[in-house]
């Protein structure tokens, strides 16, 4: 029941992420896409699920947001084709705001696919260093990386050639620069999270252990 919570927690803010990322707000005269509020909140998530159930399950849930993110795309490209009602004015709105350059949507799967690994996978690199120490460490040290290889995989693959290279790395930086500030005030979040959930889900096994345990 905890797993399938934080599951949805971290899927949803997937989907809402893309779906909200077509608003550009100004942060602190930054101008970024509205998602980038929402979709830092994934790596949280991931992280919890790690320290709680493992590399491998929070593996599979990364696999479940891909699937839930390309289910969202397939369903509203098909309400997109299907012929609006004749007294609806309201189709070229749709399509401004939910109309997907497929070019954006492969850079997001890639980035969100290829970033949320490397998270699973260096969250647990630290945790065999630290031997399951310093919480604040691997949450940190795991996203700060995953996020800079989302940003740089996901500005790179949807704007390289369509933007002067100047903006293209005024972009990077500055989206990275967000997520950065708010993977660091997510750490009491994770600890919370973690404090709250450990006592009520099986033990991990001890380090260097846990290619033995089968599901």
Known sequence: MILAILATLSTTCLLVANIIAVKLVSIGGWVVPAGVIAYPLTFLFTDV?????????ASRVVWVGFGANLLMVMLVFGG?????????????????????????????????????????FAFHFWRRKTKARFLWLRNNASTMVSQGLDTGLFITIAFWGTVPTGILLNMLLTQYVIKL?????????????????KDKVKPLPPIGTEALVKD
């Open 49 to 57: 699920i790690s320290e709680l159930y493992g590399r491998r399950i």
């Open 80 to 120: 997109r084709l299907l012929p609006p009602a004749p007294f609806w004015d309201g189709q070229p709105a749709y399509e401004s705001i939910l109309g997907m350059v497929p070019r954006i949507v492969l850079a997001s799967m890639a980035a969100y696919l290829i970033s949320q690994h490397h998270d699973v």
């Open 181 to 197: 500030a708010i993977a660091v005030c997510d750490t009491p979040f994770c600890y919370l999270l973690v404090a709250l959930l």
